[in-house]
């Protein structure tokens, strides 16, 4: 497990394992069930053990992650682990994110209700929910067609068809169609910072992307003023690749 990388004090290492998964809390047999939903118990304590206490303050992010079922996003058989604190695999050896890490991208994302996001490696399609509950306009773009139709067809499913469309391609190149864009979130490790998304990048837009090694990233915060970029660095992560031309190959 690489060390943790610059950050501010305030966050814990963040690590996204790929498909790495144990059993330590969030199951929902370990609460007190709920007639309406199994997992609201699960859902609630994941806010507060995982996120809250561990430095995400934005209300909106934790409201939005307190509504999102993530037990809907894990593969068929993994519910019981939706809510603890890891990256879960899903199909074609790609990953959920873990909570901490969508309520961090999301807190640093910062978008107003109404923005346009642009989401860069939507998977399973739980990112694009988590913005869309915060009122966000989202286009997704997964470069892996059956990962794109399970997220399609599963966000329409819980009703969050009308806020976010997705997208097959190669979203390194960002998407020149609908830019400039208010936000842009990328959930897969870029070498560096791709020119085309800086390029698409709204004035006054924030742009969320881990950068580094294949296996070992910093989280990087781009924000526009005008001509000028400015970037910061939140801290160690780890993510499945970027592939793509402004990407890995
Ligand atoms: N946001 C996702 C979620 O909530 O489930 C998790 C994303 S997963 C860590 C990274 C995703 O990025 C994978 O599904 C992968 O196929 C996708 N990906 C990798 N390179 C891509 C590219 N160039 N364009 C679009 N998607 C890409």
């Given at each position: ?142 470069r ?26 190669d979203?390194s ?15 897969a490790a870029a070498p560096r910072?791709p ?19 294949r ?26 690749p970027l592939i793509g031309k402004a990407g890995y190959r």
């Amino acid at each position: 497990m690489p060390s943790r990388v610059g950050g501010p004090a305030a966050y814990p290492r963040r690590v996204i394992r790929p498909g790495g998964h144990h059993r330590d809390d969030g199951d929902p047999g370990d609460h007190e069930a709920s007639d309406v939903d199994p997992y609201a118990a699960a859902r609630a304590r994941m806010v507060e053990s995982h996120l809250r206490a561990r430095g995400i303050r934005d209300a909106r992010v934790l409201a939005a992650m307190a509504s999102v079922p993530r037990e809907a996003f894990v593969p068929a058989g993994l519910g019981e682990l939706a809510y603890a604190d890891e990256a879960l695999p899903i199909d074609h050896e790609q990953t959920i994110s873990q909570p901490l890490m969508v309520a961090l991208m999301s807190e640093l994302l910062a978008p107003d209700p109404g923005d346009r996001v642009l989401e860069v490696g939507t998977g399973s399609g739980y990112q694009a929910a988590v913005l869309a509950a915060m009122g966000c306009h989202v286009l997704g773009i997964e470069r892996i067609p059956e990962l794109a139709a399970a997220a399609r067809e599963r966000l329409a499913a819980l009703g969050y068809g009308d806020a976010v469309e997705v997208r097959v391609g190669d979203g390194s190149v960002g998407a020149p169609d609908g830019a400039p864009w208010a936000r842009i979130l990328v959930a897969a490790a870029a070498p560096r910072v791709p020119d085309a998304l800086t390029d698409q990048l709204a004035d006054g837009g924030r742009l969320v992307i881990p950068v580094g090694a294949r296996w070992e990233q910093d989280l990087v915060l781009v924000e526009r003023e005008g001509g000028r970029l400015r970037t910061t660095n939140h801290g160690g992560c780890v993510f499945v690749p970027l592939i793509g031309k402004a990407g890995y190959r």
